[in-house]
């Protein structure tokens, strides 16, 4: 559904994007993951043909972005970073408008602004002016306009960016819904969106990809981050000595909660030291109140990937 190859793009004097190749398969929903500045807007603008790259070509349902732009388009939602809306234009007359510019039959506009309203929650509000709704409202507004002439792609640049955790959830359900029938390229810096949402990550750094998996494969491969929890009382100073010496554990750190001791273990990538531990909590008798792994979450890859250095 995109194909990007070799795709750079400099800015005065500064490479934005550096040689990404990439492809998004029908259906699925891709996050796009990268801190501020790595180039995940940049890299949107060029697939929505709204400037063209310095270098490198890419394709959306098999048409050339610039020499068959007006094609790719017709394939295309996007919804930019900043939604660009009219803020003394009503919500139904802003999509009616939307709709005819982007070329929907006037006569199927009614019913297919009325389907996004829907679709997106804007029911309520559809004789409101723009400029009087709320960031989520209008965050839906600029939903609805991508949508509005039935793309199958679907390209979102921070579609959750300043909304509150309730309105958060209420869009993140909205997409996963919209990824049963569209194919989605989602930037965000959000992780647990991404663990939550995508079916394929691409982690992208400094202009670079870092990293293009599964979000289960990204863990999987996580060479430091899971480790395990032992809460117990040892009466006693050598329980992380003691606890160091089981194999596979890396390090071992100490806090306290009361009387109770609270060892933090980081354990080498792939071995489950959970039951030698039980096994010397047990000798030992150490009074135990909780055993437990700490998996991996997307966001310690994403550490590893854009900071190795402080991981
Ligand atoms: N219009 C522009 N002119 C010059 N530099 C830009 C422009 N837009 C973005 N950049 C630079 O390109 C890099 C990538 O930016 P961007 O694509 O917006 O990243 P992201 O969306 O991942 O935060 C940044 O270093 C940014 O400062
Ligand atoms: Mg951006």
Redesign the pocket.
């Known amino acids: 559904m995109i194909k990007v190859e070799n795709l750079t793009k400099r ?2 004097g ?1 490479t ?2 550096d040689d990404l190749t990439f492809e998004v398969g029908k259906g699925e929903i891709m996050g796009f993951l ?10 949107m603008r060029i697939l929505s043909s709204f400037m063209p790259p310095t270098s490198g070509r890419a394709s959306v349902a098999g048409f050339d972005i610039f020499e068959k732009s007006l094609e790719a388009r017709a394939h295309l939602g996007y919804m930019p ?1 900043n939604v660009p809306l009219y803020n003394d234009m009503r919500v139904t007359e802003y999509l009616d408008y939307r709709a005819a510019l982007k070329g929907v039959a006037h006569r199927r506009i009614k019913e297919r602004v009325g389907d996004v309203k829907e679709l997106c929650g804007l029911k309520d509000v559809e004789k409101k002016l723009i400029g009087a709704l709320s960031k989520g409202y209008r965050q839906r507004v600029g939903l609805a306009d991508a949508l509005v002439n039935e793309p199958d792609l679907l390209i979102l ?1 921070e579609p959750t960016s300043g909304l509150d955790p309730n309105q958060i959830r209420q869009v993140r359900d909205l997409i996963k819904n919209l990824g049963r029938q569209h194919t989605i390229l989602l ?1 965000t810096h959000i992780l647990p969106e991404v663990e939550m949402t995508c079916s394929r990550v691409i982690i ?1 750094n400094k ?1 670079r990809i870092e990293a293009c998996d599964t979000p289960e494969n990204l863990l999987h491969q996580m060479r430091s981050a899971s480790g395990v929890v032992l809460e117990a009382k040892t009466g006693s100073d050598d329980g992380v000595e003691e606890l160091k010496k089981v194999a596979g554990v890396k390090d071992v750190s100490l806090t306290s909660e009361g009387d109770w001791q609270i060892f933090s273990l980081r354990v080498e990538a792939g071995a489950d030291v959970r039951s030698e531990v039980f096994q010397l909590a047990s000798d030992r008798k150490w009074v135990v109140r909780e055993l437990s792994q700490r998996k991996a979450t997307l966001e310690d890859v994403f550490v590893e990937i854009t900071h190795p250095d402080d991981a």
């Not at 990268?34 to 890299?43: F, I, Q, R």
């Open positions: 800015y005065a500064q934005a994007i990268g801190p501020n500045g790595a180039g995940k807007s940049t890299t970073e640049d930037s992208i202009g």
